[in-house]
């Protein structure tokens, strides 16, 4: 069956980055585009990027532009997620999920904490 | 891009029938078909309930329905039952091939 395999949590220092995986299985890789979504606690989703795997081609959120970075390496089906200067506001757990114009399946998700 | 406007709350008791609605400009959900829907339990991952708008994926009983006029966007859920509580939250592409999410509605079954 089609499932994303994210990597562990993570503790970062403030100004620190990030790098969240996120591993696919049972469908061809190449064929579906992949979300990059974070949860802060308590609160709701947001939409941080998307990238194509066949080709790599991302579009991200103004928001985070500059700071976020999505590859992926076709060799083992994975996509990362890269996050730079981490501010405590980014605290959140990390969400990836493919497809297109909707989201289906997710990941289940990375919590990163960052802390001093 | 501005978050999708939702209620924070709708409640309802067990058989009963609810709404949530979904509010966004032309830039969204008034100027595609690209409305979806998720299901979140506490400490889950989110689920896709509706997409394209109506669309609902193998397996979402048919007590959830979707639909759209103008900016606005609905789901609908029939029959309610206990373990439908949950957050639900919209989200629609954007003229800027973006996608943005609403601010999620918490669904109290009493």
């Known amino acids: 069956q089609v499932q994303l395999e994210q990597s562990g949590a993570e503790v970062k220092k403030p100004g620190a980055s990030v790098k969240v995986s996120c591993k696919a299985s049972?469908?061809?890789?190449?064929?579906?585009?992949v979300h990059w979504v974070r949860q802060a606690p308590g609160q709701g989703l947001d939409w941080m990027g998307i990238i194509n795997p066949d080709g790599g081609y991302t579009t991200y959120a103004q928001k985070f532009q500059g700071r976020v970075t999505m590859t992926r390496d076709t060799s083992t089906s994975t996509v990362y997620m890269e996050l730079s200067s981490l501010r405590s506001e980014d605290t959140a757990v990390y969400y990836c999920a493919r497809g297109s114009k909707w989201f289906d399946p997710w990941g289940q998700g990375t919590l990163v904490t960052v802390s001093p | 891009q501005s978050a999708l406007t939702q209620p924070a709350s709708v409640s309802g008791s067990p058989g009963q029938s609810i709404t949530i609605s979904c509010t966004g400009t032309s830039n969204d959900i008034g100027g595609y078909n690209y409305v979806s829907w998720y299901q979140q339990h506490p400490g889950e991952a989110p689920k896709l309930m509706i997409y394209d708008v109506s669309n609902r994926p193998s397996g979402v009983p048919d007590r959830f329905s979707g639909s759209k006029s103008g900016n606005t966007a609905s789901l609908s859920i029939s029959g309610l039952q206990p373990e439908d509580e949950a957050d639900y939250y919209c989200?629609?592409?954007?003229?800027?091939?973006?996608?943005?999410f609403g601010g999620g509605t918490k669904l109290t079954v009493l």
């Open positions: 049972g469908y061809t890789f190449t064929s579906y585009y």
């Open positions: 989200s629609s592409y954007t003229t800027s091939s973006t996608r943005v």
